[in-house]
């Protein structure tokens, strides 16, 4: 039973920063993408940033360019995203997600950004940013 926890979130004020974590266990298949999404009250579920296990690769949304950090510990099994200067706009709640599922992409391996794509889901953490 694959299960993924997010810990981390809070509340914060804007400029402020936050790490949120996500320990993976119970794998009995190859991961081959992590991934960050959020979704706001009324707003539709968005891919935050994801990381290609098998090459590395990083994808970031615009909206979180050069603010927000994906990493991974192979060791722990443990997903992290780093946000930092916080906006009020990043309040939502995050949830990791993983998949075996990878997309070719101009004949390179690489993630993609659809929820529709991940397989497992973790219970979220709420991110709330004040201005």
């Known amino acids: 039973q694959v299960q993924l926890v997010e810990s981390g979130g809070g509340s914060v004020q804007a400029g402020g920063s936050l790490r949120l974590s996500c320990a993976a266990s119970?794998?009995?298949?190859?991961?081959?993408?992590m991934a960050w999404f959020r979704q706001a009250p009324g707003k539709e579920r968005e891919g935050v940033a994801d990381i290609y296990i098998g090459g590395g690769l990083l994808y970031y949304a615009d909206s979180v360019k050069g603010r927000f950090t994906i990493s991974r510990d192979n060791v722990k099994n443990t997903l992290y995203l780093q946000m930092n200067n916080l906006k009020p706009e990043d309040t939502a709640m995050y949830y990791c997600?993983?998949?075996?599922?990878?997309?070719?992409?101009?004949?390179?391996?690489?993630?993609?950004?659809?929820?529709?794509?991940?397989?497992?889901w973790g219970q979220g953490t709420q991110v709330t940013v004040s201005s």
């Open positions: 997600a993983t998949t075996s599922a990878r997309i070719r992409v101009s004949g390179s391996w690489q993630c993609s950004h659809e929820g529709n794509f991940y397989d497992y």
């Open positions: 119970g794998y009995s298949y190859s991961v081959n993408c």
